[in-house]
């Protein structure tokens, strides 16, 4: 079975940098797509970015373009999201995805979501 478990999150000071940690098993991790969402309390799941099948494209949200990169560690079967340059408007809880049911990787239309993890970014 998939199984997606993130880490890395934390508490931040705003301005600063984390990189989260997605190790995932039960794949062919190469020809998978990886996509990161985040929810924040209150307010309804949203897509971050992703990287699509062998790594040829990455995809992100507006909101952390040019400050958040998506990448990939074949050889460990895990994926990363470094976060540079945070936010407060960046505090939820980060999930890495899996197992895209559409050629639309934004869309959060997955198979399979990790348990998560907390980023908090203070001001």
């Avoid at 969402?37 to 309804?44: C, I, M, S, T, V």
């Avoid at 895209?100 to 907390?118: A, C, E, K």
């Amino acid at each position: 079975q998939v199984l997606l478990v993130e880490s890395g999150g934390g508490l931040v000071q705003a301005g600063g940098s984390l990189r989260l940690t997605c190790a995932a098993s039960g794949l062919t991790f190469s020809s998978t797509a990886m996509g990161w969402f985040r929810q924040a309390p209150g307010k309804e799941r949203e897509f971050v970015a992703a990287l699509s099948r062998y790594g040829i494209n990455t995809y992100y949200a507006d909101s952390v373009k040019g400050r958040f990169t998506i990448s990939r560690d074949s050889a460990k079967n895990t994926v990363y999201l470094q976060m540079n340059s945070l936010k407060p408007e960046d505090t939820a809880v980060y999930y890495c995805a899996t197992g895209f049911t559409g050629s639309n990787l934004r869309n959060g239309n997955v198979n399979y979501w990790g348990q998560g993890t907390q980023v908090t970014v203070s001001s």
